[in-house]
């Protein structure tokens, strides 16, 4: 099975900047992809669109020797406010499996 820890969430100021950390661990798993979801009060979870350009404003960057990925998101607004999860689909007993970390708050003050 896999593990996912997400770190690196909190209270901000809008405008300011975090960066997410989500590790996955466990044992006799093969990696396919991780990405970023979120879900605000009320809303649905959504996909956390971002790519690795760093021209927009989440940028995801990922270690795929160490099954870590990372979320940066700058100029936050209040509207972000939300939780992050990492997401993770992997190979595990030959069935393609989805995985969640438990979530971590982001909450962005006007």
């Known amino acids: 099975q896999v593990q996912l820890v997400e770190s690196g969430g909190g209270l901000v100021q809008a405008g300011g900047s975090l960066r997410l950390s989500c590790v996955a661990s466990?044992?006799?798993?093969?990696?396919?992809?991780m990405d970023w979801y979120r879900q605000a009060p009320g809303k649905q979870r959504e996909l956390v669109a971002a790519?690795?350009?760093?021209?927009g404003r989440f940028t995801i960057s990922r270690d795929n020797s160490k099954n870590v990925v990372f979320l940066q998101i700058n100029s936050l607004k209040p509207e972000d406010t939300s939780v992050y999860y990492c997401?993770?689909?992997?190979?595990?007993?030959?069935?393609?499996?989805?995985?969640w970390g438990q979530g971590t708050q982001v909450t962005v003050s006007s």
């Open positions: 997401h993770a689909k992997a190979w595990y007993r030959g069935m393609n499996v989805d995985y």
């Open positions: 466990g044992s006799m798993f093969i990696m396919n992809y």
């Open positions: 790519d690795d350009s760093g021209k």
